[in-house]
């Protein structure tokens, strides 16, 4: 049986996301053993499978949706992309990894939500945001979605290391990242909630190929205590 990592994918992401996708190549290509083992000890070989699925933009039918496939698959390690981090830290009992978490997006969302009633907000935001074809999230920005969002961040930050958690967290967040001078993205709130368990690197909020080889695969290994065979 493979150690089963699950992906939260950002919005408007899905089950054919870039970061899981480079991921599972990488470890399909690879055997792994435990790096805990003792010398005499028998090594078994251990393959790693990323599980990403198409999640709904209502957080809470989303939340439903992953505990369903967190019942099936029994992941050792939860990983979360931008807003997809905030699924990911509500799900306790694992250690998790961040990838430009968002965490003033349920502020900004929530907040925001009475903007969706006015006349034409939806098509100006489908506009902002058109979404990608295949199996990609559906991006819905109506007031009875969004404003749960504030909620959905109070959550997910309850289940943090300040509020009692004994979950783990390491965060990487983009030097160039857009969204931190808007406050969507805040190392500074990610602190206060999580520590200093993170990597700055010098790329954007979109983790590109070499910090997923350089950064991200390193840690998913140190996490699992595995090394390749």
């Known amino acids: 049986m493979p150690i089963h990592i699950f992906y939260a994918h950002g919005m408007g992401g899905g089950g054919d996301s870039r970061i899981p996708r480079i991921l599972n190549e990488y470890f399909s290509a690879h055997v792994f ?3 805990t083992v003792s010398q005499g000890e ?19 039918v989303a939340i439903r949706q992953i505990q369903g496939w967190l019942d099936e698959y029994h992941p050792a390690l939860i990983i ?6 905030i699924h990911a830290i509500r799900l306790k009992g694992y250690p998790h990894i961040l990838i430009s978490p968002s965490l ?9 939500a009475p903007l969706a009633l006015l006349p034409g907000m939806e098509r100006l935001m489908k506009k902002i945001f058109p979404g990608k074809d295949g199996d990609r999230q559906k991006m819905v920005f ?14 997910a930050e ?3 290391p300040r ?9 990487f967040f983009g030097k160039k990242d857009h969204y931190r001078k808007y406050g969507i993205v805040s190392i500074r709130r990610y602190r206060r909630f999580f520590g200093d368990a993170l990597t700055l690197y010098d790329g954007t909020h979109f983790m590109e190929e ?20």
């Open 142 to 155: 109506q007031y009875r979605y969004l404003v749960k969002y504030k909620e959905h961040g109070r959550l």
């Open 163 to 171: 509020n009692g958690s004994k979950d783990s967290f390491y965060a």
């Open 33 to 35: 053993k435990s790096s």
């Open 104 to 112: 003033g997006a349920p502020l900004w969302m929530g907040y925001g």
């Open 42 to 60: 028998p090594e078994s070989e251990i393959k790693v499978d990323v599980i990403v699925r198409t999640y709904d933009f209502d957080p809470e």
């Open 158 to 160: 309850a289940n943090s």
């Open 210 to 229: 070499e910090y997923v080889h350089s950064l991200l695969v390193p840690k998913i290994l140190e996490t699992l205590r595995i090394v390749e065979k």
């Open 80 to 85: 979360g992309e931008s807003i997809g981090s």
